[in-house]
């Protein structure tokens, strides 16, 4: 199952998928360029590549078990669940690894999920989909324990960035918890209401807009960020550098509260790219590093703070600021 580049250059290609007539299978290409569109808000270049080569081995199968004319866009509309699941079957059969087998069904299920949306026109309803609930087939097997960073690795890591806007980013990502794509939708109104926090006030409620629910709103919640982590940000507010910046005024409570060094709205790929930078400069193991392992190490983080009187108590605050 060819699966071509359409567009090449510094951003990620643009996917299209061909039977083995070369005929443009239509549905799963307008999927891959609906992630593509996405990058930078929801999805890392990465997990799109990684989604996009992950259906093509479930097209391929899907061709191969057809007969006569019918198209592979119409065989996918018309397969049900059992059937899915003799795929994985035989993807376990061959020697694949459970995981592997997971990762790939995942990208099928996303695939399935878009079927049913009014971008892809409905070809499919939550009933007359496969992944009705969205329950997958296979069972992935236990994940490993994120991994622990020490305070010391935080430091070190945030002394490798040259810059105070990056660095001020991944601080509060590490404080907060908040996934990148969150910390991207923040904007300056967002800071500007904590002022209205006691001052002896040592953690404040700020408002996250997370996941898009039902009616394409943001979901809000209340993240717990640190009062030196608010001075912070206040400091970084305070330079020319993000009070002069072009494109917005000087005032506008619109203005993203974190900004790029050429002073643009921030990209995925820029965070990702600079975070790795800034490891190998500390001298530490860029691989071991990303935007949501500072996720990661707040959980860690709080579980051990003063906040709440016990391990339960912080679990249910961590359950809330995070938004599971």
């Excluded at 509309?77 to 459970?98: F, H, K, M």
């Excluded at 999920?113 to 007359?128: D, I, N, P, R, S």
């Excluded at 991944?170 to 969150?182: A, C, L, M, N, P």
């Excluded at 002896?200 to 996250?208: C, D, F, I, S, W």
């Amino acid at each position: 199952m060819p699966l071509c580049s359409l567009q090449a250059g510094n951003r990620s290609p643009l996917f299209g998928y061909f039977d083995q007539r070369g005929r443009l299978i239509r549905l799963p290409s307008r999927w891959a360029r609906s992630l593509r569109s996405q990058i930078g808000t929801l999805y890392s270049p990465a997990t799109v590549r990684t989604y996009s080569y992950n259906l093509s081995y479930f097209l391929e199968w899907v061709e191969n078990i057809g007969v006569g004319d019918v198209s592979i866009d119409d065989r996918l509309v018309a397969l049900s669940r059992p059937e899915i699941g003799n795929w994985l079957a035989d993807q376990l059969a061959s020697g694949l690894a459970r995981s592997t087998v997971c990762n790939r069904e995942a990208a099928v299920r996303r695939f399935y999920g878009w079927l049913t949306t009014h971008e892809a026109g409905q070809v499919l309803t939550e009933k007359t989909s496969p992944y009705r609930g969205g329950k997958l087939i296979m069972k992935p097997g236990h994940s490993p324990r994120p991994r622990y960073i020490p305070t010391e690795e935080i430091i070190r890591l945030l002394k490798g960035y040259y810059n105070e806007c990056e660095r001020t980013l991944i601080h509060f990502i590490y404080d907060t918890g908040v996934r990148i794509s969150e910390a991207m939708r923040l904007r300056r109104r967002d800071v500007k209401e904590l002022r209205m926090v006691p001052d002896g006030a040592k953690y404040l409620p700020l408002r996250v807009r997370g996941s898009k629910g039902s009616a394409g709103e943001y979901k809000t919640r209340f993240a717990i960020l640190s009062r030196p982590v608010l001075r912070r940000i206040e400091r970084y507010h305070n330079t020319p550098e993000y009070r002069f910046a072009s494109g917005w005024k000087f005032d506008d409570p619109d203005k993203p509260a974190f900004l790029s060094v050429n002073q643009r709205e921030l990209t995925y790929t820029n965070v990702w790219k600079q975070m790795k930078s800034a490891a190998r400069r500390a001298g530490l193991d860029p691989s071991l590093y990303s935007p949501h392992a500072m996720r990661h190490a707040c959980a860690y983080s709080l579980l051990r703070s003063e906040l709440g009187e016990g391990v339960q108590e912080r679990l249910v605050v961590l359950k809330e600021a995070f938004g599971h």
